[in-house]
């Protein structure tokens, strides 16, 4: 490929309360609030110069409308657009300003339908990372990555590795050998984006980076002082797979966030991926706990840019839906 995608970096979907959505994203995770109207709200982490990294739109439902990729340079876009029209795969530009912050952008879909959007430049604000006193809750930094349910994990990844560049860190493989999930990256850490088998596309979660574990633990404190702690999913917990330290939580419309710190560094080209059984409790908890049965079958449904629908979704084309450790 002759383009060059830096980072996944913004998500909007939508919510049904923005009131209640603002007191879990930025009074109890800590997120810094850019900008709002009636129908938005634009967050972003202490450390991102950029905008915002997540865009909550007000709705009627839950849904997913974009995952928003970062290009290094304007002419990157020309680039994905060819790649993506010679696959006869749907693309649309939208102008400068279009969208709150956001430069000239080229919208597409994948082609498991999840809407994407590419663009080069988006307005940039102050970096809070040493005000120290807006620091609250779990203290969010920054957007580290997205996890799709998607039913043909080893299709999706030949596209995302032989089209759009991106590299595989870590896999989760069945007994035959079939890819079950898979880490892969732009940015020289374990992921921006990760597929997983199952009904799909959905969104299974948005991960987002913190400075330390302890961030974390206060961010369950604090979740459960606001009243919130039936929000809390799965963990405090170390996974396996990318050794990042993990805590799963639900927002208000039960869209899954990771809080997520402590994973490493994969942008040496001999960097070899790391495989795990799907059946080894290590991989998911390296402690050995297990997730919940709703980690397997709960997720949010992707908004098709053309028709505003739900994106189609198909059954997983692997049997194993699941660890045989999870009942
Ligand atoms: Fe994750």
């Known amino acids: 490929m002759d383009f060059n995608i830096l980072r ?27 900008e709002s109207d009636d129908q938005h709200i634009y967050l972003r982490g202490l450390e991102e110069h950029c905008h915002h990294c997540l865009v909550l739109k007000k709705a009627e439902k839950p849904g997913v409308h974009s995952i928003g990729y970062k290009v290094w340079h304007e002419d990157d876009l020309e680039k994905v657009e060819r790649l993506f029209k010679k696959k006869a795969l749907y693309t649309e530009w939208e102008e400068a300003g279009a969208q709150k912050a ?8 994948d082609p498991d339908g999840i809407p994407l959007e590419f663009f080069a430049k988006m307005e940039t604000v102050e970096r809070c990372l040493q005000k120290y006193d807006l620091y609250k809750g779990a203290r969010m930094q ?14 999706t990844v030949a596209f995302y590795n032989d089209e759009l560049g991106f590299r595989c860190s870590e896999y989760t493989a069945t007994a035959d050998d079939s890819i079950w999930a898979a880490w892969l990256h732009r940015k020289p850490s374990v992921h921006d ?37 039936d929000c809390i999913e799965r963990g405090p917990g170390r996974h396996g797979l990318s050794n990042a330290f993990f805590l799963y939580i639900r927002d208000p419309d039960g869209n899954r966030i990771e809080l997520y710190n402590g994973d490493y560094l994969t942008c040496d080209p001999d960097f070899e991926p790391v495989k795990w059984d799907i059946n080894d409790p290590r991989r998911q908890t390296f402690w050995g706990h297990k997730a919940p049965d709703s980690w397997f079958s709960e997720a949010t449904e992707f908004i098709d840019s053309v028709s505003g629908k739900p994106v189609a979704q198909s059954k997983a084309v692997l049997a194993q839906q699941k660890p045989d450790f999870v009942t």
């Not at 956001?102 to 879909?109: I, N, W």
């Not at 920054?142 to 799709?148: G, L, S, Y």
């Not at 009904?199 to 404190?221: K, N, Q, T, V, Y």
């Open 8 to 34: 996944v970096a913004r998500v909007v979907m939508n919510v049904t309360d923005l009131s209640n959505s603002r007191d879990f994203y930025v009074n109890a995770l800590g997120f810094i609030e850019t």
């Open 102 to 109: 956001l430069g000239r952008t080229l919208k597409a879909a």
């Open 142 to 155: 920054r957007i580290d990555h997205v996890n799709c349910m998607v039913p043909d994990v080893g299709k």
């Open 193 to 229: 984006v990760a597929f997983m088998n199952g009904e799909g596309p959905r969104l299974h979660h948005i991960g987002f980076w913190l400075s330390d574990p302890m961030s974390l633990i206060h961010a369950c404190d604090v979740l459960a002082s606001m009243g919130h702690a």
